[in-house]
């Protein structure tokens, strides 16, 4: 794309993907200021409505410094559109590409570090449910092993995770982070807070002496067809 074509970009913004970029922009200053990345780490992104386009935050930017002017456009296929000509999608791109083609009903990836739930990854086993909250709303988080960032590989393990576990909200990433995919920008970083809040309370709980497969089974009682009470309790 030529620089000039780059340089009109934003007098041909429509309304509705500025109020988008309004939203993805502020997403990506929570999570920071939230304490779920550092530095210029994570990435967030959001499907443009009724179009086959994505938007996703740059590449070498903190995202406490995200605006609706350095987030880049890119197409389903995860090649840029339009966008500042100083700025670059994140490497992180394709994968968030991959999801949006698998899971059609997925509208925005949250994409973060946070440090329970990237503690937890480097056990390399899915996330404990040991809250009621994260069993109704989790399910299951499943774990995608270690890949380089932006590499194909680590796009194949996310997008292989996604397909093969079609009611998965979220997916841990071996010594990474997390991805949350949700309906929309609210869903999805609300997504990604419950995984290290998950996290944060399984490490409390482990601390605390408290065996993690009772606490899991305490959590999933209310759940209708959960798990099946701890031999000898009393309901």
């Not at 009724?50 to 890119?74: A, M």
């Not at 990237?118 to 299951?140: D, H, I, M």
């Amino acid at each position: 794309m030529a620089t000039g074509e780059l340089l009109r970009w934003d007098m041909e913004m429509d309304s509705l993907e500025r109020e988008l970029r309004e939203k993805l922009a502020w997403t990506a200053i929570r999570s920071y200021r939230r304490g779920h990345v550092a530095a210029a780490g994570g990435n967030v992104s959001a499907r443009v409505p009724g179009r086959d386009e994505v938007l996703i935050t740059p590449t070498g930017v903190s995202l406490e410094l995200t605006t609706i002017d350095n987030i880049v456009k890119v197409d389903i296929n995860a090649n840029q559109i339009d966008g500042h000509p100083t700025c670059k999608p994140s490497k992180e791109t394709g994968f968030h590409c991959a999801v949006y083609r698998t899971r059609p009903e997925v509208n925005a990836i949250v994409h973060v570090h946070p440090p329970y739930c990237t503690a937890f990854s480097n056990r390399y086993e899915e996330l404990p449910l040991v809250t009621v909250s994260a069993s109704v709303g989790l399910k299951a988080v499943p774990i995608i092993d270690v890949a380089l960032s932006g590499s194909a590989e680590l796009r194949g393990f996310v997008e292989d995770a996604f397909r093969m576990n079609p009611m998965a909200k979220a997916v841990m990433m071996r010594a990474h982070g997390v991805i949350a995919a949700g309906s929309d920008l609210v869903n999805a970083y609300d997504i990604a807070d419950l995984v290290e809040n998950t996290a944060k309370i399984a490490f409390l709980t482990q601390g605390f002496g408290v065996s993690m497969d009772d606490a899991v089974e305490v959590a999933f009682r209310p759940v209708p067809g959960g798990r099946p009470l701890p031999a000898g309790a009393v309901e």
